[in-house]
């Protein structure tokens, strides 16, 4: 995923994030946050803000992305509203000790896993779902009962400008603070000690994180992206296939017109079928987004000229120039680039190497579907894989041979909304995963309790040792309660 809240302006004083900190850790350590009151509280504070600013929150998304008020309902709004609705019915369920049982010579004995929050957490978000990226996290965070500095993208300054202006008039501001800036801020608050940071953006900004986590040991949740491979296979029914065109259409122009770390990042379908494929794929783009590609609708422009720049040099190799099959059109002064299909650009450019983040897909063909598996597995571990096929040895090839962050067949994106699966990356495409209980999970520290009382003490764990002894620890850890019965009765088997 490109992008995250490390490079720009300056935003508050190095005296006033400390100050900032302060008061957010004295919080927590006097126990305010952890009560399922609070927690709930906030969350429904949450949702109240969702419902009262929704003209705000899409103008900020229009200003910033271009987009259109139903996809960021889609994408951002509605994603945030089922979020806090999902926790709010779960969050009692989630916080309470959760009964362990213990082998027979703990007896008597009872143990318990208790989550606990984990403290003070820092979260970065990204830009191009500057809403949803933002405040997902933040309501994991605040149902495992922790305070919270979110730092918003100045790259999407309106939407930034209203979380921060906006979330202290609902939110509990001694617990949940928003702090804006750019590199210098962002520098200040990775100097600081943290419970934990949360980051969504790129590989290259994950590592100043880590760096900076490092020296105090702080744990760290990483959210990248990578090249999201689809795998296209030839489906029988006609209907299917155009389905499964819309689906892809969809997946790859429709969320932030291809700015999604999940979004399709290149297509594998063999040679013989990749012509049909061009050819629905141009029809449904049109169906979607209008004839004329000077005034394109319901699409979501480029998020400013660093990153509009760096798609058109993508597209200005002399090789992936000329593998261009449909689109290819630029506005600058718009930030506008037309959805672009590019067939067999060479593996080596950049466009093939590195995630794309925008709207052009490669085509890549392959003499026999079967050869995506080894294709895909030649690059590095991506956020998601999908693939069209209905056949099901294909499919556990494709689940037992190749690793992603998560696996989607027939479908394109649909996984992220799912707040029963975890999302989350591998290998480079990141590491730690949210949603649903797992954000919950993923800002909460999974505390063992054992209680024992004073009955019945065994002897034998303590010295001075002899033969005797070692035989009894040898069947206590072997499970052997009848060998133990049978050693304290002075019998032999």
Request: charged share 25%; with cysteine; hydrophobic share 40%.
């Amino acid at each position: 995923m490109t992008g995250s809240g490390v490079n720009g302006m300056i935003g508050m004083e190095g005296g006033r994030v400390e100050e900032s900190i302060g008061e957010l850790r004295r919080t927590f350590r006097s126990g305010e946050t952890r009560s399922a009151a609070w927690r709930k509280a906030q969350l429904k504070a949450l949702l109240q803000l969702l419902r009262d600013n929704e003209n705000k929150i899409f103008e900020a998304l229009k200003q910033d992305l271009g987009k259109h008020p139903v996809e960021s309902y889609r994408d951002e709004l509605g994603v945030v509203e089922k979020s806090v609705k999902y926790s709010l019915s779960h969050v009692d369920e989630w916080m309470a000790p959760k009964k362990s049982s213990l082998p027979l010579i703990f007896f008597p004995g009872k143990g318990q896993v208790l989550p606990e929050p984990l403290g003070l957490v820092l979260i970065f978000s990204s830009w191009n779902f500057p809403i949803s990226l933002a405040l997902d996290p933040v309501i994991g965070a605040i149902s495992a009962g922790n305070s919270v500095v979110l730092k918003p993208s100045e790259q999407a300054p309106a939407c930034s400008s209203f979380l921060a202006n906006t979330i202290p008039l609902y939110l509990d501001s001694k617990a949940i603070k928003v702090i804006e800036g750019g590199a210098a801020i962002s520098q200040q608050l990775l100097q600081q000690k943290w419970d934990k940071i949360f980051f969504t953006g790129s590989p290259s900004v994950a590592r100043i994180v880590m760096s900076a986590a490092v020296k105090h040991l702080t744990p760290v949740t990483i959210e990248l992206g990578g090249k999201c491979p689809t795998i296209f296979d030839n489906l029988s029914s006609p209907s299917d296939t155009e389905v499964a065109v819309k689906r892809v259409v969809g997946g790859k122009w429709g969320p932030c017109n291809g700015q999604a770390c999940i979004g399709v990042d290149y297509v594998l379908v063999e040679e013989k079928f990749a012509s049909h494929l061009i050819e629905m794929l141009k029809k449904t783009i049109k169906k979607f987004y209008g004839e004329n590609p000077k005034e394109l609708k319901d699409i979501s422009k480029i998020v400013n000229k660093h990153h509009f720049q760096r798609l058109h040099n993508l597209l200005k190799e002399p090789l992936v120039a000329a593998s261009i099959v449909h689109g290819g059109l630029i506005d600058e002064e718009k930030l506008f680039i037309e959805p672009t299909i590019l067939l067999d650009p060479p593996l080596d450019a950049e466009i093939m190497t590195e995630e794309i983040f925008g709207p052009l897909l490669p085509i890549i063909t392959l003499k026999n579907i079967e050869e995506s598996i080894e294709f895909i597995n030649s690059r590095p571990k991506p956020l998601a894989l999908y693939a069209f096929t209905n056949d099901e040895a294909f499919k556990r090839r494709i689940l037992s041979e190749t690793s992603s962050g998560s696996v989607t067949f027939n479908d394109i994106i649909i996984q992220f909304v799912c707040d029963t699966l975890p999302f989350g990356g591998v290998g480079q495409s990141g590491f730690g995963r949210y949603h649903g209980k797992y954000s919950f999970d993923t800002f909460s520290h999974e505390k063992a309790v054992l209680r024992r009382s004073f009955f019945l003490e065994l002897e034998p764990r303590f010295p001075p040792w002899n033969d005797f002894k070692l035989k009894f620890i040898r069947l206590v850890y072997s499970f052997d309660y009848l060998g133990l019965i049978l050693l304290l009765l002075g019998l032999k088997r």
